[in-house]
Nanobody, 126 residues
């Protein structure tokens, strides 16, 4: 079973920065893709960034140029550096792992089999 544990959420003013972390515990860590999703109440979970096993990153248009996804394979940890945060970035952020997870044409896509973290709240005030 994949276990993902996020940390690093919090409250920040617009224009500020936050870094989310996700500790991944799984024996096949090196063969899966990982990513970040976010969700606000009454809306579908939105994929915003993905990184494949080789470290190639892709992004949704909503965060491209402001957010950076990265990973530390030695520590099996996924990161999301969020800069120039906007009030509309306010959401619950989820770390995810899947054999099919990527972003293309401004949107992110995932396979049916996906593993989620518990989520961490990010709140951006105007």
């Amino acid at each position: 079973q994949v276990q993902l544990v996020e940390s690093g959420g919090g409250s920040v003013q617009a224009g500020g920065s936050l870094t989310l972390s996700c500790a991944v515990s799984r024996s096949d860590y090196n063969t899966i893709s990982m990513g970040w999703f976010r969700q606000v109440p009454e809306k579908e979970r939105e994929g915003i960034a993905a990184i494949d096993r080789d470290g190639s990153a892709s992004y949704a248009d909503s965060v491209k140029g402001r957010f950076t996804i990265s990973k530390d394979d030695d520590k099996k940890t996924l990161f999301l550096q969020m800069n120039n945060l906007k009030p509309e970035d306010t959401a619950m952020y989820y770390c995810a792992a899947s054999y099919l997870l990527y972003c293309s044409g401004g949107y992110c896509y995932r396979g049916e089999e996906i593993y989620w973290g518990q989520g961490t709240q990010v709140t951006v005030s105007a």
